[in-house]
Structures are given as structure tokens and as C-alpha cells.
């Protein structure tokens, strides 16, 4: 479809929920934009054109004259700002932003921003019930997904918050000039997005930007890549799974028993908690950080953390089955996250775990996993359009197999899982080659488990 666009409108680039929640926002100022989309099809489009039938869009392809002749590119975070119209549009001096630099600059309350590889979303989620228990009207949000989620300019169409707490990508990051944010971590990196950025140090310089103005930088001990690059001016605090020095956070291990502290301070036994295994518990530290940061109070924040579930997807206990406890990680999107579920859920059960993996691997490398894999793993499942990649590394480690759908490796797991055993699904990949997303994998999985006999 083409169309004529304003030279001095603001253009969104991907429409998406993200791409949706800038046309929202914009549209409540009374400004002009276009909208541009690669796809003809893109998620949110019905929705688009019901609130908006009268604002220019373009889809099917980008076009270098849109972007050239643009006031301001609002770039989405799924579209790389490697991408040939965007540059041309960088070296014409057509400035960049997304729907977080927005954001920051129009909050009228405290951000608090958590990055990272893995964790981002429990901390968030823990982060906010943490406030909520405190009695402090916090909205959460940004990259988050769930029920009470949404995109960040999303949360400034609702009533006045006393804090924003926010899940962000490096996607998103990338296009954040200045957060101010009054309390930010990076939980850790490792390997992700591989086929984004040409190197990991490039990664880590997107997650870096988080501190752009912040006020409290949240270090993790066990981490040297969430230290902040530049620590002037930042009131910095650290955690870690190790004994807490004065005024640090950490892990103590006493009479068998794991306990969280605040320098000599026990603050909660980890058997109190719902939430299981070492990268919970270091995500509870970083909740514990930051909420501390920001004021909140030690009892609200115990309290809350005490009371707090997990998350769907996320090493998600499913059913117990002959003995066999299945567990839902779809949100293992990555091999750091699937060699700390598999570690966890190995170190928890009296027997080993049968592994159901793959997906779209993002360039990562499985090399890392081998060892985890070998230690704990007595069968892997594979499964995707990378599955043969995943089984070369694995040689040797452990038996390997594959499965054409995610139901059929439900049933083969069941048949060589004896009791004492896990069925881990972890898939150290994207979802998109088989599913619509993680959530969508999450959910064939459950109900393939639910519907064994």
C-alpha cells in the first residue's frame, strides 16, 4: 500500500504490541505519525486499523524515502537499527527512539529497571508484589508479559503510579538515551541474541545502557558483566549466592540449611519460599536489592516473597506422574537459562532428568551446556529445526533422540522417565520455527503431560 507521508511526521517502525502502544501514545498528544511494517500482516494490525483508520500506514516492505523524510523514527524493538533504511536514516540526521526513551522522559514517577539474560521477569513480577505488600500503587510492565502487563507507554494511559517497575530487552535498550531510572540491575549475561549482535561485548553494551542516569546500581557478586561500566555518580549495592559482606546481600548456609541475609542479618529460610532452586533464590537477593533501594520496607518485602508463587513457564511444576514430576521452562529461551534450570531441577530430584529441547537456536552456542547436560541428563529429546546442531554438541554427553512434534516427545519422555526422575522442558531456543511463542509452547507441552495416562 502505498502512501505519501508527512515529511515532518514521526514515524513507528513495527507495529506489534509495542508498535501499538506508541500509535496510543502519540495519538493522545494529538501528533501526526505514520506507521511502517516489513510484514503485511503484522500482529496488532486489526487493531491498529480499528483505532486508527485514518493515520497513514505502510506495510509489506520499508521504504528508504519514509524513513529519510521522517521527523523521528520510533523503533520497535523487534527491528534492528543495523537495518539499511534506518542508517540511511541516521546518516540524513533523522533522529532514533523507542517507546522506553519515550517513556522516561514523560513518567512522573520512579522507574526502577531490571535487565539481564535470565530472571528479568520474576524479578519484576517479584519486585511488584513486594511494593504491592507495602502498600505503594506500582504498575509493572515493559518487555513483561503477562495478564497484568503491558508495553511501558501502555502504563501511562491508566491512573498516576507511585513507581514503574520495568522488564527491559537490550532490544529496547538500544534505543534508550538517557533512563534515569532510580534503581536498575543487570541480573546477568550470557549468550542471546547472537543473531542480532555481531559479538557478545555488543550485547553487553546494550544492557549497559540501563545505568544511563540511574541513581542505584544493583551489582550481582556472581556476575562481572552486571557491573555498571562507568560507576560514577552511582550509589551502588551487591548480592550474590555467597556470604553477604556489611550491607550486601547473600546466601548462608547453616545446619543444612540455606538462608538469606543482609550482611549478618537472616532474613528467610529459602525452604519458606515457593520458589525453588539457586537462580530463584539469587533472583529473591536481586528483588531484595532493589526494593530495598527504592525504600521499601524489610517486612513487606519478606512477606511478599514468602507468599510468591513463580511464574508460568519458568520451571513450572505441571503434575507427578508414576512418580515423575514434569516441569514447564519454556521460557528457557537460551543456554543460560536451560543450564541453570537443569541444574536445579538435577541438584531437587533423587533421579536424573530427561531433557525436551530445541527450537531457533539465534546463533547461540550449546557448547556451554555439555557439562550440565552430562552431569545430569540421561536422555535429551530433541526437537525443531536446530535439533541437529543441539545433538552435535551433545555427543557422547548423553543419549540424544528426536521427536517431529513437542506431543511426541511428551510421550517418549514418558516411556523412559522411571519414577524419581524430572521431564525437563528447557529448550535453549526460540519458539517461532513450531509455535507462536514461548507462552503457545508452554501450553502444548502442559497439555500433552496433562493428557498422559
Not at 42 to 56: C, I, M, Q, T
Amino acid at each position: 500500500m502505498k502512501t505519501k507521508v508527512e515529511r515532518k511526521s514521526r514515524v513507528i517502525v513495527g507495529l506489534g504490541k509495542t508498535g501499538l502502544s506508541c500509535a496510543r501514545y502519540l495519538h493522545s498528544l494529538g501528533e501526526v505519525f505514520t506507521v511502517t511494517d516489513s510484514r503485511l500482516t503484522p500482529p496488532g494490525l486489526a487493531d491498529f486499523r480499528a483505532e486508527f483508520p485514518n493515520v497513514k500506514i505502510e506495510l509489506g516492505g520499508f521504504r528508504e524515502e519514509t524513513f529519510v523524510g521522517a521527523a523521528e523514527l520510533v523503533v520497535s524493538p523487534g527491528i534492528s537499527l543495523q537495518t539499511p533504511e534506518i542508517q540511511a536514516a541516521i546518516k540524513a540526521g533523522v533522529s532514533i527512539t523507542g517507546d522506553i526513551d519515550i517513556f522516561s522522559r514523560a513518567a512522573g514517577a520512579p522507574i526502577v529497571a531490571v535487565t539481564g539474560s535470565n530472571g528479568k521477569s520474576t524479578v519484576v513480577s517479584l519486585l511488584g508484589a513486594m511494593a504491592r505488600e507495602e502498600g505503594v500503587n506500582a504498575a509493572v510492565g515493559g518487555n513483561l508479559d503477562g495478564a497484568e502487563a503491558a508495553p511501558a507507554l501502555d502504563l501511562l494511559r491508566k491512573e498516576p503510579r507511585d513507581l514503574y517497575i520495568l522488564e527491559l530487552s537490550s532490544f529496547q535498550l538500544e534505543t534508550t538515551r538517557h533512563l534515569g531510572a532510580e534503581a536498575a540491575v543487570i541480573l546477568n549475561v550470557s549468550d542471546d541474541h547472537m543473531d542480532r549482535y555481531a559479538t557478545l561485548q555488543e550485547y553487553k553494551d546494550a544492557k549497559q545502557r540501563i545505568f544511563r542516569g540511574c541513581r542505584h546500581a544493583i551489582v550481582n557478586r556472581d556476575d562481572l558483566a552486571s557491573e555498571p561500566a562507568d560507576g560514577h555518580d552511582l550509589i551502588t549495592h551487591s548480592y550474590g549466592l555467597d556470604a553477604p559482606q556489611t550491607n550486601s546481600w547473600g546466601l548462608v548456609r547453616k545446619d543444612g540449611q540455606d538462608y538469606l541475609m543482609f550482611g549478618d542479618e537472616t532474613l528467610v529460610a529459602a525452604s519458606d519460599l515457593k520458589i525453588a532452586g539457586k537462580h530463584n533464590l539469587s533472583n529473591a537477593l536481586a528483588a531484595l536489592a532493589l526494593g530495598s533501594a527504592i525504600g521499601l520496607s524489610r517486612n513487606s518485602m519478606i512477606a511478599a516473597l514468602k507468599k510468591f508463587p513463580g511464574l508460568p513457564h519458568r520451571c513450572q511444576w505441571v503434575r507427578n506422574l508414576r512418580g515423575v514430576d514434569y516441569y514447564n521452562d519454556s521460557k528457557g529461551t537460551n543456554v543460560g537459562a536451560s543450564m541453570v534450570a537443569i541444574e536445579s531441577l538435577g541438584e531437587l530430584v533423587e533421579g536424573s532428568v530427561v531433557l525436551i529441547a530445541g527450537g531457533i537456536d539465534k546463533e547461540a552456542d550449546f557448547t556451554p551446556m555439555r557439562p550440565v547436560v552430562e552431569k545430569f541428563v540421561k536422555l535429551a529429546i530433541l526437537i525443531g529445526r536446530d535439533a541437529k546442531k543441539i545433538a552435535a554438541v551433545l555427543k557422547g554427553a548423553t543419549e540424544t533422540i528426536f521427536a517431529d512434534t513437542l506431543p511426541e516427545a511428551v510421550a517418549v519422555s514418558a516411556t523412559r522417565a522411571t519414577a524419581g526422575d524430572a521431564v525437563l522442558l528447557s529448550p535453549a531456543c526460540a519458539s517461532f520455527d513450531m509455535f507462536t511463542d514461548f507462552t503457545h509452547r508452554g501450553r502444548v507441552f502442559t497439555e500433552a503431560v496433562e493428557g498422559l495416562r
